[in-house]
Structure formats: C-alpha cells, structure tokens
C-alpha cells in the first residue's frame, strides 16, 4: 500500500469509524480525530529530523513529547467536546427549546414560587434511586400525545402524591407548552451518552511516565546521586501497573457490586421488605427450573390491578406495567447476575434441592432499593461453598445411594457429608 | 485362523496369503499435505495476523461489560417454565418415513426429537432422518411468503387469483388434479375430498418419488386387496430378503429395526435367534447385518425368487413355474424356511409386479399370513400408483389438464421424466405448489403457497388401521407459511381450522368405536397427550388366496453386461432433506462417505475396467458419478444412491453428488430401479470423497469379538476368551478407585446394533456438535462424538461386516487425563471423563493418547463462539441465526482450539439426579437416557449406574459376552460391548487359542 496522505486519511476514518463501535466514550467526529493524528505525525517526523539534524541521541525530550502527544490526542476527544446537532421538532425554533429548558430548570419565571421542575426529575442519569420520574422518562411518554393531556397531568393530577407536590405549580399555559417542546426535544435526540471516568487513564499514564523517566534517569541522564531512588521508583510504578493489570484481568467479566436502571424503577426494598412478600411468589420457578424467572407482568398485575400508585413513585412507575400489558410491549429488564455461557447454573439444585436461602447469594435483597450484585460469582467463591456445605444428606432419599457414607454416618465416623464429597467439585458438575 | 478385519479395500489381506491386488485401487490417502488455503503462509502473514491479534485483543479487552437483558414473559403461558423443557407428543411423517415423535421445545423452540414409547410401531425409535428434521424446521432456504409468478405476495391476493382461476375452471369443465406423496391423514384426505366436492372435476394422484406400487398391485391379483401388508420380523425365526434394505430405508425401516433386533437379540434365557439370508446386489445396511449374504444379479432377482418358490412348492406338492436355472443355490435357504412354517418371512424390495407375486407365494405357502405378515392390517405407505403419474405427463402435454396443484411433491427433481412434466406443466392454466422445504417444482408452477414444516402443523395419522397418531405445532410458524390443508379448505370456500376439521373428525370417525370412557375432550386431550391413539382392530385372518395369480412361466430379463442398481441413501432418504447438514455430514453406514454421492462398483470390475477410486465414469451419458470400490459388490452392477444432485433446495445441498432419478425406469406399471445393459465409460477428472472410513483406525487390534449361535449355546463366552486372560493377568500398583453413590457405564450389544446412524444425528443434536463440511471430512476433522466403525472380514468379493460404535469409552484409568497439561481433562467422582472446555488449551495431547482416538479437536471456530469474526468456519450456514435456535442451550458451544467428545450426556444425568433430589427419591435404573440410546431402534445401548447391581448395566457388563475395547491396556473403560453372535455354521478354523 502506498502510504499517501489521502491513503492514511482513508484508513484512518474507516478504523475509527469501526472503532467507536468498541469504544466506551464517544469520540469526536472522525475527521477532527483523523486531523489530530496527522498533525501529531507530521510533528513527530520534524521533531526526528531535527534530532537528526543536531546528530544527538533520541533522548528523553523524545520520549516525553511523543507521550506528552499520545495523551494530547486521547484528551482531545474530551477537551474537544461533543459537537450535537439540535434536531428541532416540528417547527419549533431553538429559542422556545431554550426557553422551556429555562422553565423546566427553574431559571423562569422570575417570581417562581413552587419547586422547580428539575428539582424532582432529574436531567442526567443519576446513580442513585430518584423515585420520581426522570426527565427523559416524562419525555418519552408524552412525546406523541398532545400538550392537553400533558398539562392535563402537570396541573391537575390524580395521584395522591403528585397532587400533593404538583399543588402549588403555577404557569402560563404558554410557557407550559414550550417545556412540552423541550421534552419532545429531548425524547427526539435520546440520552446523551455516558462519558466513562478518566481519572485511570490519566494514573496509568502517570505510571508509564514514571517508569520512563525512571529508565532514562538511569540509562540517560544519570543526575541524580542515589541510584536507588530511579530503581525505587521504576519498581514501584512497575509494580502497581502490574497489580493494576492482574486485577482488571481477574475482573474480567465480573459484575460485583453490579447496579444498573431498570426501566420500571422496580424496588426489592419496598416489596421484599417492607411488603414482604416472599420471593418465591415472584421468582416462583426457582424451586424446580434453572432459571428463578423474572416474574411475566401478569404476576405484577395479580396485586396490581388493585396497588394502581405508590407510596414513593405516585402513578408513573405501575402505570409502566399496565402500558407494557395492554400494548403489549415486552419489559426489557437489565440482566444484574450473569454468568459466563461455559457455566450451568440450576437454581432448582441451590434452592429446591440444596434448600439454600436467597440470601446466601444474593445478598440482602430486601434493603436494596436498586438490585445489586452481591457476590463476585467467580469460580473461586461458588468452590468455597461447595466445599464446607453440607448436603441435605439424611433428609433427602436421593442420597440413600451413598451407601458408605451412611454406614459411616451410622457408626459416628460422620456427622455430615459436604457437596464437594459427593462430587461437587468435580468440573462436569459445572461444565458441559 | 483368526479373523482378520480390514476397513477399506488397502487392508485386505487375502485369506489364502496372497497379496492384495486391490491395494493399488483406492486413494484413501487423508489429505494433510495440502493445506487448506491452498497458499502457504509466509512471514508477512503471520505479521499481519499478528497485529491484528494485537489491535482485536485491544479492542475486545476496551469493551465494557455489554449490558444484556432479560425479557420475560407479558403473560407466562402454563406449558411453558423458562429453563425447563418441555415434550410434546407429535408425529413426523413426510410422505416416506414415519415416526411417532416427543419433540423437546425450550423456551418456545424445537431442538431435539425423540421416539415416542407409546407408539406400538415405533416403540421409541427414530431414524437418522427424523432426528435430523429439527433442523430442516430451521432450514433457511424455506419459502418465507406466498409468491405469484416469482414475486412475494400477499396470502389474501394469492387466495383470490387462484380461486378465481379454479372458479373459471369448473364453468369451463377443465379438469383439475392435485398431485401429492402418499398421505395416510384421515383428515387431510377428507380436505381433499371437500375439495373435490367443490370442484368435482378433480382428480388426486397420489405420488411416491420412491414406490413400492408392486407390492400393493401383487397383492390385489393374489388377494385382491390393493395393499402393503404390515410385516412382524420378530416372529419370524427365518427372514429372506431380496433387495429390501428393510433396516435402512424400505417402508418402515425404524419399526423393522424394533421388530429385527428383538428376533436377534441373545441372552441366558433366550439362546435363539432369527435365521437371516439376503440376496442382493450392492452392499446394503440389511445385506450386511445378514448372516448369510448371497450377492445376486438384479436382473436375475426374479429367477431366484421363482427357484426358490419351486424347491417349496415341489417339497408342498404344489405347481412349479417354468424357469431357468437358478444362478444361485437356493436349496438351503428353502430348507430352512420349510423347517419354519409360520414363522419366516420372505421380503422383495424389487418394484416389479412379477417378483412381488411370487414373494407373496412363497409366503402363502410357508403359511406365513397372519403370523409375520398381515394384508388385513395393512401398512398405510406407499399407496402411490406409478402408472398415474404416467398418465398425469401425457394428459398434461396434451393439454388436457387445466388446473394442476402440487402439494407436497418435487417430480422436477425426482419424477424420471421431468422434463416432459415440465413441458406439460407449463400448458396448464393454473399452476400451484404448495412446498413445506424449498425444491425443483415449486418455482416452475405459477402460484407457490407455503405450508407449515411438519413440526409447525396438526394433522392426524393413520399408519395402520386403528393405529392413529396426532401432530402438534411445537412452535409457532417462523415464516408467513400456512398449513397445506387450510390452504387446499380455503379455496374450496370452506372456512375453518384445519384443527377444528380434525377434531371434529376424531369426534365422528374415532372416539365412538374407541371404548373410551370419558368424554370427547378427555379423549381428544389423552390422545394428544399420548402422541397416538391405538385400538385393537381385526383378528381378521382370512384371506383370499387367487392360485391362479401365480405365473406359470416368466420373461426373464438378459442379464448380460453392466447393470445399473438405484438405492435409497440412508442418510438422505428420496432427497426430500437433502439440505440438512447432518445428514449430509452423516457417514453413510457402508462405505463411510460423506457430502456425496458415487457409483460403487466391485473390486473385479475395477480392475478389468482399469478403473481406480476417485475416477469419474459416466453411466448412460446421462449421469457422471466418482467410483467408489465397494467390498462385496456383485460383479457387474453399479449402485447409485438417489436423493443427491438437488438443484433448487438450498446452499447446503446443491452441487452435492448428482441427480440418479432420470435413470429410472418405467415398464410393466411400476417404476423400476434398476437398469440392465447400462454404458459405462470413464470420463475426464478425478474426485476426492471425503470419507469417515480409515480414519481414527485402531491398528487390527481384537476390537471386534465375535462368534456364532452353536459356539455360543454351547459357550456364553466363546469369542470373548481374551476378555477372561486380561481379567487374570491385570496387575496393578495402586489401590482400586472407589466410587461413592453412582458409577455411569454404558454397554453396546453388537449383536443387536444394525448400524443405521440414527444414534450419530441424536447425539449431534443433543450435543451441539458442529458441522465442518467436506473438505474438513477429507482432513479427517469431523467432529461426531460417536462414530460407527465398519470392519469388513473374510472375501473381499462377499465378505461379513461387522459394526462397532465408538465413543469415549470414559476409561477409569484414562491414558488421555495424566498427559494433560493444564488438568482440562479429570475423571469425575461418578467415573466420567470430563472435558472442562474452558481450561483446554489445545495442546492435543490427549488426543494422541487416546488409544481409542474419540477425542475431537476443534480446528475452526465452527460455531462462532469466539470473539474475532475471522476465526470462524462455516461451510454449511450453521451459524446463521435461525439455525442456532436449535442448539441445546444446556451444552455450551465449543470454540476454536479445545478438544471435546462424548460427556455421557452428562447434562442428561445431571437433570435426572435433580429430578430425583427435588422428588426425595432415588434413582431408578433406566431413568437417564442419554440421547444416543434414547433414539436407537434397535434398543442397542444401554446406559446406567454400575454401583447398582440391579441394574441393567451391571448385568450387561457381568455377562460373559461383555469386553472392553483394548481392555490389554488396563484402561479400565466404563464402556462395554457385548459380542457378536452370527447365526451361520461353527467355522472350525476360528477356535484357536489366543497367544497372550
């Protein structure tokens, strides 16, 4: 391939088109990228040549401006920002978006005397449970029903509890409308994605710093007195990247603490443990299938064809189940616990034969308002168990099999017998 | 002298000491020289590769955790736990085989097929074919919509334009005819008959690509009953059979296979077993389980028959035919069947009238009626009559014919004269087909209309009188298709379900005489429940016996030159499921090729004609086919199986093997699949068959024992000495392994095994083994978990055959664990070989310890497992989305670089022993099947607990007829096989002391 301008710029817009698939932040557009690299090139070859032109070694001022560089051109796609296009819905002009925007943050009317919209419905997805709709829950649900049923539920609601916060709201229908357009403005464009946190990217790039400096301090430089203090240093940072590493590759695929949005703000607080109801009347399959079961939502409707509004989310979360039930429109969970493909898992072996409580494994279900992972479900942590639990070896006549085992029971050489000697560690137990 | 066995034609060894002059006839070489991309890889390559391993592992390791979601149910519905199968009782039947059918669905989808145990004829056996249909449902090649002159449209404008059309038909007096296989629905046949009554001028033909016409049309002019009769060959303690492949592909293969092996089966209290001759000219599976196998001319079939029918009839006073000499001697075979009147069965899988009326004859004579075979319970197949179709051709090239349906039916692809019915075809003003798999015909007739595949639709079955059984939709229709019935009820403007019309039926025709004491809806829902229906009909034994029938004289056919001899290939069938990978992949059970089809032709003939394996000849110009050398061929006859060349079913099977039905012929009535003075001449090119057969060989080591039926009752162990001195002589240093609660083991009864495959396609579906196509066959890289070996002894020109399945034979002391390096491979507390698929590296050493060589590497990704799309390998579209819903999703899928192979249907086991846990129970022997021995017809595995000495495995493997392969080695396999017992004279020679 001939390694032409125009050639690299071709490829390069192709490979970062494929790679912001991969990516978890979002890149700038791609010819700014392509640009940035080029320029960065372009630099980089002078910058060679005039090393070579001064006949010196390549010697550390090298090395820090290329990495001075790398890391200008991995900021760049969050120095850069993010250039969005303003879709304007239906003739609306950018003026009234920003107007209800103003409205919607509370920045108008000046004399406003009720809380704001934003102070209960969140703009940006947050982290932790907002029982009130969301912004972006709101706008998706009224993106294509008209202003008079919007302004129907903002000003005269008929839940209790939106009645009760939504009481004192006080605004010009004209001005109402202009939110309106703002939500559908917003349902139009989705959600803003997500930008991942850095700050690792900024340490292991500190880290790989020092490892340089430490390197040529030793081999180049040569200034300072002690040697040891560069060899310190190189170990050092050597040895957290290392541990960095080892950790990340041993979480590989696993979700401890895993905490993800449902879309129906489904609370396990509220309905294990205040309500307590039993798990087994929603996971009712856990005792003899493989899979506990997310409940269908006709195992919802059984109470809440009655329980149409919450005590904490009012209407809009149940009415979720309703709409998912008459339009016949899947609720699509995310999935909290997963395991690998190459793992077969059975509840019914745990739950209905090892008589295993819920919480073993999933932690304190009932005091989590949003379902977390509780264990890490690495290999290590299910061989733990299998090898101190004991098996309901007497009370259950399938293990009238292990006649031995009885024997020795019998004669007080046992008094109990774990999974892992009736096999349970053996790896087609897991495996197949 | 021992026997010696020899797989192919390069390890004979002649008995007599000579030297094999065959060597130099077969090209069996495994192809490992040549790499598969034809270009080797240089340094750049593996540059290139290597950066990209780089950049994808950069990429792939970037990826955040994909947020994946779980989607249950709005309304659950009650038959349906998710992660829990469920059965359905059904019926598979495609206008050739029959099988009453447990489909398993999970979460929605069919993915494996089971026998039904209640049903009195299949009696929980499948076949190859059956096993193999969950994933013809899956096909994508499948009509999707409704399309009118090629173009997709809507159901409602094609229904229009076709009643339209028939409307104008019936004021003009054209005439109509449908054209379907053979159907034995009760209630389809009534659909048609309210079509006709819409349309009176309507004719049904119904069609069999593969008839047996002669049997019904013998049996009207002898009985006078158009009919086939059932057969019992359990009762038969003499079984002769002319060409019937009655264990493979003949009428109803799976139940004879029941029937057969129970007549074969050996033990302490049954020291007797049927008497099997066969007289044939290519090596079929029936002709090879024979304990007498006599190769005989097809040409000459029917002078044999008729000498045969003298010797009994001279013996019974009774009149003799005038015939020639037979070419053969028949003389025991008749003394034997004369010793056992009643109680023998003589069979003719010819399609000529003449020979079927001797046969029946002969049986007549022998008193057989009403014992081994019944014309008063007929056999609801094949009810095709050929000279119809003839008929249908002529009418159609006249123009007689204005409205022509093709239901169900391909005679593009396998009437002999497709091309004139094209011809005919195309003067027909309205033309319809109604396909439920992608063919030849559909695309040639104006309106195609798409009906369900078998596992999507309810119809009914009669296969015998009072013998019903039901199907049931196991999954709703994947594609815009409509049962074939409700479209044919559509048009005749009568609206209704086609369900509806078959209760309602069931409610008239069956449940009144049914004894059934509950009412119509508990009738209804036990008999769907159960899959069948069966009450007892007949007791009738008369039959009218017409002497006259029998010819005194017959036209003798020269059987000078080459003959041409058209078989049912037992993986493929007629060719209707020619675009199933698995059966495609599926060896076939004689000569082990896969993907093709070839002329098979006799080691004499090779050489006279200076032909090798692998050369191309063309027979007739009319079809070229490589040669293949088959051991025990007759002389001068050219087999061909038929069902490959299809043109128009899909990726998979087009451009496989060719189409052999134009060589069929038609006279006296019947189609006739054979061919005397046939041209045979070599053509250009050469051909590499990718054949199963040398592969994995174990090095004429004693793997097969056998002995016969006098040395037996006189000794249990005979042939099995060597068993007692490895027994004696096995020393070891360590201590004996104990294991608590169960020890799996699993046992092989040679003797009943036939070797009809359908173990290896119930094990690929149970077991989402992958399917690598041709040319990873020719690199000896296929990847079944149990293959079928077939040795060959004695004279190449007709020698015995004999069968062994082979899988891990999970060794207590397994050669293949201590040379693991990474422990992926470790024998379980229940005595089961593991194979941890995630650990494995792929170093493959336990697949060069394995002295049994069941160890599968997985050299592609075949499945698409891995992360980097580059990997993967798929040659027949197994990856496809809609193909993967019939993966088992307890059985993970393997990736590139692991080893596998048989776990015991581990994930079988582990299910029952949860069953029994959640019931507070314990295990009862017999309760896990693991999917091989589920499916065989032949009731030839056994699988159970060795620490339960009750059980049936203990038995089996206490028995003096059990060994273990290479037991020598001290591998201490948990897989044992039972000996061979051949019902044929004590051969002196045999009875030598084995050197130890």
């Given at each position: 391939m001939v390694l032409t301008r125009a050639g690299i710029c071709k490829f390069l817009q192709h490979f970062f088109a494929k790679l912001r698939n991969f990516l978890p932040f979002s890149f700038v557009k791609e010819n700014v990228l392509v640009s940035t690299y080029l320029s960065f090139i372009t630099k980089l070859n002078r910058m060679r040549k005039f090393l070579l032109r001064k006949n010196k070694k390549i010697n550390v001022v090298f090395f820090v401006y290329l990495f001075v560089t790398i890391s200008g051109f991995l900021f760049s796609n969050y120095a850069l920002g993010e250039d969005k296009e303003s879709v304007i819905s239906e003739g609306y002009s950018h003026e009234e978006i920003t107007r209800g925007e103003r409205f919607f943050k509370g920045l108008l009317p000046f004399d406003r005397n009720f809380e704001s919209c934003v102070s209960c419905h969140n703009i940006k997805p947050v982290d932790t449970l907002n029982w009130n709709p969301s912004a972006m829950d709101i706008a998706l649900k009224y993106a294509d029903k008209d202003f008079a049923a919007f302004e129907k539920v903002i000003l005269e609601p008929s839940g209790k509890k939106m009645s009760e916060v939504h009481k004192n709201i006080n605004i010009e229908s004209e001005d109402l409308k202009t939110v309106k357009i703002y939500l559908d403005e917003m349902a139009h464009k989705g959600h803003s994605k997500e930008k991942i946190n850095v700050l690792w990217l900024i340490g292991i790039i500190f880290l790989v710093l020092v490892i340089l400096w430490a390197l040529a301090e030793l081999i180049f430089v040569q200034k300072i007195k002690y040697k040891l203090v560069p060899v310190v240093f190189l170990l050092g940072a050597t040895g957290w990247l290392l541990m960095i590493l080892y950790q990340e590759a041993t979480n590989l695929g696993r979700q401890e603490a895993y905490a993800p949005l449902q879309p129906i703000k489904f609370s396990h607080e509220v309905h294990a443990g205040l309500n307590q109801t039993d798990c087994f009347y929603c996971h009712h399959t856990a005792e003899y299938s493989k899979s506990a079961g997310i409940p269908s939502a006709n195992v919802c409707i059984n109470c809440h064809i009655i329980v149409r509004e919450g005590t904490n989310s009012g209407k809009f979360e149940i009415d979720k189940i309703h709409y998912a039930v008459d339009n016949d429109i899947p609720i699509e969970w995310v999935r909290v616990h997963n395991l690998p493909d190459h793992v077969f898992f059975s509840h019914a072996q745990h739950v209905g034969a090892g008589k295993l409580d819920c919480k073993e494994c999933h932690g304190p279900v009932e005091e989590m308002n949003v379902l977390r992972q509780h264990a890490d479900l690495s290999m290590g942590w299910c061989l733990d168990c299998h090898k101190t639990r004991k098996v309901q070896f007497v009370d259950n006549d399938y293990y009238k099999t292990y006649k031995e085992f009885h024997e020795q029971i019998a004669a007080g050489k046992m008094d109990s017998v774990t999974v892992a000697q009736i096999g349970g560690t053996d790896c087609m137990k897991c495996h197949y | 002298m021992e026997k010696k066995y020899y797989k192919s034609i390069e390890e004979y060894q002649p008995i007599d000491g000579s030297p094999n002059n065959y060597k130099n006839l077969a090209k069996n070489h495994i192809g490992i020289d040549e790499p598969v991309s034809g270009s080797p890889s240089s340094r750049r390559d593996f540059l290139k590769l290597f950066g990209f391993a780089i950049a994808s592992a950069a990429v792939v390791s970037s990826c955040e955790?994909?947020?994946?979601?779980?989607?249950?149910?709005?309304?659950?519905?009650?038959?349906?736990?998710?992660?829990?199968?469920?059965?359905?009782a059904s019926t598979f039947f495609d206008g050739n085989d029959y099988s009453s059918i447990l489909v398993k669905v999970r979460d929605g989808r069919p993915i494996k097929i089971e026998g039904n145990k209640l049903s009195s004829v299949t009696k929980g056996g499948s076949s190859a074919r059956v096993q193999a249909s969950v994933l013809s449902l899956y096909d994508t090649a499948r009509y999707k919509n409704p399309a009118i002159s090629g173009v997709e449209a809507e159901w409602e404008k094609a229904d229009a334009e076709i009643i339209e059309n028939l409307k104008a038909i019936k004021q003009s007096n054209g005439k109509i005819v449908i054209v379907t296989p053979t159907i034995i629905s009760p209630s389809t046949l009534s659909v048609i008959e309210k079509f006709i009554e819409e349309y009176p001028a309507t004719k049904h033909?119904?069609?069999?690509?593969?008839?047996?016409?002669?049997?019904?049309?013998?049996?009207?002019?002898?009985?006078?009953?158009?009919?086939?009769?059932?057969?019992?060959?359990?009762?038969?303690?003499?079984?002769?059979?002319?060409?019937?492949?009655?264990?493979?592909?003949?009428?109803?293969?799976?139940?004879?296979?029941?029937?057969y092996s129970k007549g074969r089966k050996v033990g302490h209290n049954k020291k007797e077993m049927s008497y099997h001759a066969h007289f044939e000219a290519g090596m079929s599976l029936t002709g090879s389980n024979a304990d007498k196998r006599i190769v005989t001319k097809n040409s000459q079939q029917k002078i044999v028959i008729a000498n045969l029918y003298n010797e009994i009839a001279k013996q019974l006073g009774e009149n003799t035919i005038e015939i020639p000499a037979s070419p053969v001697d028949v003389h025991d075979v008749a003394q034997r069947l004369l010793a056992h009147k009643g109680e023998s069965l003589v069979v003719c899988g010819s399609n000529d009238k003449e020979s079927q009326v001797i046969v029946n004859g002969i049986n007549y004579l022998l008193g057989n009626y009403g014992s081994t075979l019944d014309i008063n319970s007929p056999l609801n197949l094949k009810k095709g009559n050929d000279s119809e179709m003839e008929t249908l051709t002529k009418e159609l090239n006249k123009g007689e014919v204005s409205g022509l349906i093709l239901y169900g039916v391909n005679p593009a692809?396998?009437?002999?004269?497709?091309?004139?019915?094209?011809?005919?075809?195309?003067?027909?003003?309205?033309?319809?087909?109604?396909?439920?798999?992608?063919?030849?015909?559909?695309?040639?007739?104006?309106?195609?209309?798409?009906?369900?595949?078998?596992?999507?639709?309810?119809?009914?079955?009669?296969?015998?009188?009072?013998?019903?059984?039901?199907?049931q939709p196991a999954i709703r229709p994947i594609f815009n298709t409509r049962a074939g019935q409700e479209t044919l009820l559509k048009w005749a403007g009568v609206e209704t379900e086609y369900v509806e019309l078959i209760k309602s039926n069931w409610k008239k025709n069956i449940y009144p005489s049914s004894?059934?004491?509950?009412?119509?809806?508990?009738?209804?829902?036990?008999?769907?429940?159960?899959?069948?229906?069966?009450?007892?009909?007949g007791g009738n034994l008369e039959i009218n016996y017409s002497k006259s029938a029998i010819p005194s004289g017959i036209e003798t056919e020269s059987s000078e030159g080459l003959e041409l001899e058209l078989v049912e290939s037992v993986a493929v069938g007629d060719g209707r499921q020619a675009n199933n990978p698995w059966l495609q992949e599926l060896p076939d059970p004689t000569t082990k090729v896969t993907w093709d089809n070839y002329a098979s032709i006799s080691v004499r003939l090779a050489e006279e004609m200076g032909i090798t394996e692998g050369d191309i000849i063309s027979i007739d110009k009319q079809l070229s086919l490589p040669v293949l050398i088959q051991p025990g061929q007759e002389h001068k006859t050219i087999s061909v199986a038929l069902g490959y060349g299809r043109t128009n079913a899909g990726a998979v099977a087009e451009g496989v093997g060719g189409n052999a039905y134009p060589l069929v012929q038609h006279n006296r009535q019947t189609r006739i699949y054979s061919k005397t003075g046939v041209k045979v001449e070599k053509v250009e090119g050469e051909h590499e068959f990718a054949k199963t057969q040398s592969h994995h060989s174990m090095e004429g080591r004693p793997l097969i024992r056998e002995t016969t039926l006098s040395e037996y009752i006189e000794d249990p162990a005979s042939g099995n000495e060597f068993h007692e001195k490895v027994k004696h002589h096995a020393t070891t240093l360590y201590e004996k392994r104990k294991f608590e609660g169960h020890h799996w083991g699993m046992a092989v009864d040679l003797n009943s095994c036939t070797g009809c495959n359908a173990c290896v396609v119930a094990c690929s579906a149970e077991n989402n083994v992958p399917v690598v196509g041709k040319e990873q066959v020719k690199l000896a890289r296929e990847m079944h978990w149990m293959r079928i070996d077939r040795y060959y002894s004695d004279d190449i020109e007709n020698p015995e055959v004999v069968r062994q399945p082979v899988m891990c034979q999970h060794c207590d002391n397994a050669p293949c664990e201590n040379v693991c390096p990474v422990g992926a491979t470790t024998n379980?507390?229940?005595?089961?070989?593991?194979?941890?698929?995630?650990?494995?590296?792929?170093?493959?050493?336990?697949?060069?310890?394995?002295?049994?060589?069941?160890?599968?590497?997985?050299?592609?990704?075949?499945?698409?497992?891995?992360?980097?799309?580059?990997?993967?390998?798929?040659?027949?579209?197994?990856?496809?989305?809609?193909?993967?819903?019939?993966?088992?999703?307890?059985?993970?899928?393997?990736?590139?670089?692991?080893?596998?192979?048989?776990?015991?249907?581990?994930?079988?086991i582990q299910e029952k022993k949860l069953d029994a846990k959640l019931e507070n129970r314990q295990l009862e022997d017999g309760e896990i099947v693991p999917a091989c021995a589920q499916t065989c017809p032949a009731d030839a595995i056994v699988f159970g607990d060795l620490n339960n000495k009750d059980s049936k495995i203990s038995k089996f493997f206490a028995d003096e007829r059990n060994y273990h392969l290479l037991e020598e080695l001290h591998t201490l396999p948990s897989v044992g096989y039972l000996t061979k017992v051949r019902n044929t004279e004590a051969k002196a020679t045999k009875k030598k002391e084995i050197k130890h």
């Open positions: - | 955790q994909p947020v994946r979601k779980a989607i249950p149910y709005l309304i659950k519905p009650d038959a349906i736990t998710p992660g829990k199968a469920s059965y359905f033909i119904q069609y069999d690509a593969i008839s047996a016409n002669a049997i019904s049309l013998a049996n009207q002019s002898v009985f006078g009953k158009e009919v086939i009769p059932s057969y019992q060959f359990h009762k038969a303690k003499v079984i002769v059979g002319f060409g019937a492949d009655f264990l493979g592909t003949w009428l109803m293969p799976v139940e004879f296979t029941k029937q692809y396998n009437y002999q004269n497709a091309k004139g019915f094209l011809n005919g075809l195309k003067k027909a003003d309205l033309t319809v087909s109604i396909p439920s798999l992608k063919d030849e015909t559909a695309e040639e007739c104006k309106y195609l209309c798409p009906d369900h595949y078998v596992l999507e639709t309810w119809n009914d079955y009669e296969i015998k009188p009072g013998n019903y059984s039901l199907s004894g059934f004491s509950g009412s119509f809806r508990d009738f209804w829902n036990t008999s769907l429940h159960n899959g069948v229906f069966e009450k007892a009909v379980s507390s229940e005595g089961v070989n593991q194979m941890a698929y995630n650990r494995c590296i792929g170093t493959r050493y336990c697949n060069n310890n394995c002295p049994y060589k069941v160890r599968r590497f997985n050299f592609m990704d075949y499945t698409q497992s891995d992360a980097i799309p580059l990997n993967t390998y798929d040659p027949a579209g197994m990856t496809v989305d809609l193909k993967r819903m019939v993966l088992n999703p307890d059985v993970v899928i393997r990736s590139k670089g692991v080893i596998e192979k048989c776990s015991l249907c581990i994930q079988r």
